[in-house]
């Protein structure tokens, strides 16, 4: 019934009066009233006119898109989803198509990769996942386990100077096919600094050790 109107004032049309084929989207109940089986329909019409203003008849073409649509429902459904955890996660994630082409990222990478600053982002989205410079001639791309990565990211005119961690993971459909790669990242520049400040007072220390065990041997009397 919502569709009935637009369906019936169609002969009236201009288009149609013209004889120029108009498009129509509409739903049909293949079940009763109680028990509604809804098919969607789309198609085309087009008069065909005897005289100038007196249509013949009225062809239509059609076709049932119903599985169509419900398989855009469906993607639809799953995409507000994972947009909601994509968003939502703590890790810096971004998404590239299975040749390598950036696709999207989260907040939390734009965030990682200072990607406010215009130069950073036009960097970030024209190189290709495979031409990136810990990647180039090092990851093969006919593996399908996780690939992981330290970078040392710097790029000057960015503000960029920091320790990264990357996690390629390859993502396939249930029949083996690559569909597109995430990439999960961490700023570990605190850790990375933390550990060579511990490095370097190990070093420090074990100096101290030996120039305390050099001093006590200089004081000690040599054996007969």
């Known amino acids: 019934p919502d569709d009935r109107e637009q369906m019936m004032n169609r002969p009236k049309n201009?288009?149609?009066?013209?004889g120029v084929s108009t498009p129509f989207n509409m739903r049909w109940n293949k079940g009763t009233p109680e028990f509604p089986v809804?098919?969607?329909?789309?198609?085309?019409?087009?008069?065909?006119?005897?005289?100038?203003?007196?249509?013949k008849d009225i062809v239509i073409t059609a076709r049932d898109v119903t599985e169509e649509k419900q398989k855009e429902k469906e993607e639809m459904e799953l995409a507000l989803r994972f947009q909601k955890m994509f968003d939502s996660t703590l890790l810096a994630m971004s998404f590239y198509d299975k040749d390598g082409n950036f696709i999207d990222m989260n907040q939390k990478m734009r965030e990682l990769c200072n990607l406010e600053n215009k130069v950073a982002e036009q960097?970030?989205?024209?190189?290709?996942?495979?031409?990136?410079?810990?990647?180039?001639?090092?990851?093969?791309?006919k593996q399908s386990d996780n690939f992981y990565v330290c970078?040392?990211?710097?790029?000057?005119?960015?503000?960029?100077?920091?320790?990264?961690e990357f996690r390629i993971c390859p993502t396939a459909s249930d029949d083996g096919t690559l569909l597109y790669y995430v990439i999960t990242a961490s700023d570990i520049t605190n850790e990375r600094n933390m550990y060579m400040e511990l490095k370097k007072q190990d070093k420090e220390l074990k100096k101290t050790s030996s120039l305390d065990r050099k001093s006590g041997s200089a004081g000690m009397p040599r054996p007969i």
């Open 123 to 141: 960097m970030f989205r024209s190189t290709n996942l495979f031409e990136m410079s810990r990647l180039k001639n090092e990851y093969d791309r």
């Open 151 to 164: 970078q040392h990211l710097v790029i000057p005119e960015a503000g960029i100077d920091k320790y990264i």
């Open 38 to 55: 809804w098919r969607y329909i789309e198609g085309n019409s087009f008069p065909e006119f005897l005289h100038p203003g007196r249509p």
């Open 14 to 18: 201009k288009q149609a009066q013209k």
